[in-house]
């Protein structure tokens, strides 16, 4: 008798429109998108289809689990075929995600002694977490390319930019490991490029740090 493989089902792709999309500088945008009825924690991605296509790319939320919208913060890549359409789209379009799924838990465990470690877009999973209401770390580190137009979003927070380019450059926020203080139950969240990640998990292994203890969520490979 033969048996026929069963297919994985392919996710639903639910519509979304456009809200608005923000320029934040060095090809970084903010997306915002309508809501869907669907729960969602800090951490959790959305998959964005390219228009009339099956092929789809995840990108993290970043907005509160508690707004009446969706927010993605999108590195554009000039030949890319999802980025480019997020970051050209206007108010209005429509668009088609996947449901939310995710592993990286950046508010999680509750009551952990945190460090946040982003670099660019990476950002986005911290900023949910914190605007969902996960008390903020005690340290954050970001690792931009360039300064970007952020106004208000991180005031009062311990963000501590590092800026890796051009004439306000100041580092890379690699070069700041040594110095983040850590306990034993000291838990260490990195985001955004891999090899960024590497040398975090790597630094802090060798301080002694558990695995379970070291959680990454990488977007990028260079
Ligand atoms: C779990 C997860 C979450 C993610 N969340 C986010 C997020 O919140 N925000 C975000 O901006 N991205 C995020 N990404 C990355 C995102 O999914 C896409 O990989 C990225 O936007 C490129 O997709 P694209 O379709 O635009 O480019 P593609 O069509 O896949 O690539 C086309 C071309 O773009 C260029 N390109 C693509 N990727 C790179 C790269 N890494 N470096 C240099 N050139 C490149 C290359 O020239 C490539 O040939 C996430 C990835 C993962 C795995």
């Not at 509750?110 to 670099?119: F, K, P």
Request: glycine share 10%; with cysteine.
């Amino acid at each position: 008798m033969s048996r026929k493989p069963k297919l994985a089902q392919a996710p639903p792709q639910l519509p979304v429109r456009v809200l608005d999309v923000t320029p934040l500088g060095d090809e970084i945008y903010v997306v915002g998108l309508s809501a869907i009825s669907l729960p969602w924690m800090p951490g959790d991605c959305i998959a964005v289809y390219a228009p009339g296509s099956a092929q789809s790319r995840p990108y993290s939320l970043s907005g509160s689990v508690h707004d009446d919208r969706l927010e993605l913060w999108v590195r554009r890549f000039p030949g890319g075929l999802v980025s480019r359409t997020l970051c050209e789209c206007r108010p209005g379009d429509e668009l088609e995600i996947s449901p939310p799924f995710g592993w990286f838990r950046p508010g999680m465990p509750e009551g952990a002694d945190r460090i946040y470690l982003a670099t660019g877009t990476g950002i986005a999973p911290f900023l949910s977490a914190i605007r969902s209401g996960t008390p903020p770390p005690r340290e954050f580190h970001w690792g931009v390319r360039e300064p970007l137009h952020i106004g208000t979003t991180f005031q009062g927070l311990p963000l501590s930019l590092h800026v890796s380019r051009g004439e306000k450059k100041t580092g890379r926020l690699t070069g700041h490991l040594s110095g983040i203080r850590i306990e034993t139950h000291t838990h260490i969240y990195a985001c955004g490029l891999d090899q960024m990640i590497e040398q975090v998990l790597s630094h802090f292994r060798k301080r002694g740090l558990p695995e379970s203890q070291l959680h990454s969520e990488c977007f990028f490979t260079a």
